[in-house]
């Protein structure tokens, strides 16, 4: 689809198109289709991540991630994202590592350990990344997710533009 085509959508369609490029969260999409006409892919996207402004919709929308590997119900992005690295596919050695990072991570900030998977070559640099940040206080993870949350829609929006 090409950036003139997302402009010229109605406002449903518009919702409908993109409401997958930030995970379960359409309202994203609703509140930056006002913002069109969008000059670059850079601009849509600045756009969607200006939609989230309170603290309490950052959390909603970190919160709304699935944990990394453990079989919740995913997007189709989000299936096809951890499946290039192999987390559908875990010995059962890295799944119990895997079910004990997203414990820990969760119990101590309250949303799960969000990272852009595109960003990362294989499970190993994903899961020491996980127990890294396990360090940080709340405010620097949920400063953490929201980047790792706008490199996710970047390379979601590319998709989609981009083809």
Partial sequence: M???????????DFV?????????????????????PFR?????????LDAVA???????LARAHPELACGEALTVDSTSEQARLGFNALSKAELAEMTRLNRSYREKFGFPCIVALRLH?????????????????????LANALEQIAHITRGRL??????
């Fill in 2 to 12: 090409a950036l003139e085509e997302v402009n010229a959508l109605g406002k449903s």
């Fill in 16 to 36: 409908a198109r993109l409401s997958g490029v930030f995970e379960h969260s359409p309202w994203i999409a609703e509140r930056a289709w006002p913002k069109r």
């Fill in 40 to 48: 670059s892919l850079e601009d849509l996207h600045r756009a969607m």
């Fill in 54 to 60: 309170s603290k309490e919709e950052k959390l909603r």
């Fill in 121 to 141: 070559a294989n499970r190993a640099s994903v899961m020491a990344e996980m127990q890294r940040r396990l360090a940080n206080d709340e405010a620097t993870e």
């Fill in 158 to 163: 590319e998709k989609l533009l981009n083809g």
